[in-house]
């Protein structure tokens, strides 16, 4: 599923770029996008009680963009289980992948503030949607990031890292033991 914007005013900061948040925002809008597509939307909430929280969510940001660049972003469902979803998103603009980032939901009974299983109906589309396609299962792995979350690992064909890796906690020169 895809969803199209342009870069705003807004978002731009003093650097002359997207500003960090702004990615997010960007995913956020594209998580209710297919959300509404999947019937897990505002109206399934107001109808049920139920929705779906946000509890992780990380952002690899991969270039720039700037004011009115057209970002397209590709989402994708990486997993999902009864009682979670988790979201991949691909972000574009006519120069290349901007960033990739990985969401994952719990559906959540608001008027008992307990996770529990989605309804059997919602639980078929994902699963249909997951599973409909090989090019879903490609988008998937793609935005998938390995143990340690470096992409590099992932896709050899992104800008190599020019900073080294982070430095463990016990090894961090700063640091204490």
């Keep these: 599923m895809s969803y199209e ?9 003093y650097n002359g770029h997207m500003t960090d948040a702004a990615y997010a925002v960007l995913c956020a809008e594209a998580s209710e996008a297919f ?11 107001a109808a049920t009680g ?11 940001y991969l ?13 994708v469902i990486v997993d999902s289980d ?9 972000l574009r603009t006519a120069s290349g992948e901007i960033a990739r ?13 307990r996770v529990e299983p989605f309804p059997e109906d919602r639980q078929r ?11 879903h299962a490609g988008l998937a792995a793609r935005v998938v990031h390995d143990q340690v979350g470096h992409l590099d690992a992932v896709d050899p064909g992104l800008p190599q890292r020019t900073t080294p890796p982070p430095v463990a906690p016990a090894e961090h020169p700063t640091r204490q033991p």
């Design 63 to 75: 270039r720039e963009a700037v004011e009115g660049d057209v970002v397209t972003v590709e989402t």
């Design 82 to 90: 009864s009682k979670r979803l988790r979201l991949g998103h691909t």
């Design 50 to 60: 139920r929705t779906t929280y946000t509890v992780e969510s990380h952002i690899y």
């Design 125 to 135: 589309r994902l699963t249909k949607i997951a599973t409909s396609s090989d090019e």
């Design 5 to 13: 914007t342009t870069v705003r005013p807004e978002w731009i900061d």
């Design 101 to 113: 980032a990985e969401l994952l939901y719990l559906h959540v009974n608001q008027r008992t503030g």
């Design 35 to 45: 959300l509404a597509a999947v019937d897990l939307s505002a109206d399934y909430q």
